[in-house]
């Protein structure tokens, strides 16, 4: 079985510029969730998204949004990037999320200049 | 809502050595642990979950977890480690609200 794929593995991206990170979970999960790891902040909890809807959401301000779609594919936006949010995205996928243990893509590293 | 506290940043041994990893977690109803690890440049790989059951739990490279309720705490333990175990590892807990947390990470370094 395939594992989570998570495209692109590195962007790098100039301030005020928006960016679109994608993730495909394995088949047949349907839950996904994204984290954002950073050497100062460690992991920290984005949103996640089980069947189309956002089911949780972090911390986080309004630039950054999230989509899920019919085949449980999921994408994540950064509006307007700021020089802080140049980390590690991970994206992960589990059957229904909770209980059941998370999946983690490789990544993708995000450089905003 | 659930918190995780991994107690050591960095936790540095010689190879062969025995480790301990401490966590310990804070939660208003019943939880779910969790040990994954990352190796460099990797994403997260799970090492082992407790769900219900055998308070003990093992994984295939000999890292073992004991669920502790009374103490809060879920540490990883290795009888001996290699070199081949540096990573970071992170404990994490979930709750009923699907909604899982890490600790902020543990950089074990292995020497020769």
């Known amino acids: 079985k395939a594992g989570v794929t998570q495209t692109p593995r590195y962007l790098i991206k100039t301030r005020g510029q928006q960016v679109t990170l994608s993730c495909s979970p394995i088949s047949g999960h349907r839950s996904v969730s994204w984290y954002q790891q950073t050497p100062g902040q460690g992991l920290q909890f984005l949103f996640e998204y089980f069947s189309e809807t956002q089911r949780n959401k972090g911390n986080f301000p309004g630039r950054f949004s999230g989509r899920q779609f019919s085949n449980s594919r999921s994408e994540m936006n950064v509006s307007t990037l700021e020089l802080g949010d140049s980390a590690l995205y991970l994206c992960a996928s589990s059957f229904q999320g909770g209980t059941h243990e998370q999946y983690f893509g490789p990544g993708t590293r995000l450089t905003v200049t | 809502a659930q918190s995780v506290t991994q107690l050591d940043s960095q936790v540095p041994v010689f190879e062969e050595a025995p480790v301990e990893l401490r966590c310990n977690y804070s939660?208003?109803?019943?939880?779910?642990l969790f040990w994954y690890v990352q190796y460099p440049n990797q994403g997260l790989q799970l090492l082992l979950k407790y769900l219900s059951g055998s308070t003990l739990v093992k994984s295939i490279n000999g890292f073992e977890a004991e669920f502790n309720k009374s103490q809060t705490s879920f540490h990883l333990r290795k009888p001996s480690v290699h070199i081949s175990d540096t990573a970071e590892y992170f404990c994490?807990?979930?709750?009923?609200?699907?909604?899982?947390?890490f600790g902020a990470g543990t950089r074990l370094t292995v020497k020769p």
């Open positions: 994490a807990v979930s709750a009923q609200n699907n909604d899982m947390r």
């Open positions: 939660s208003s109803v019943s939880v779910y």
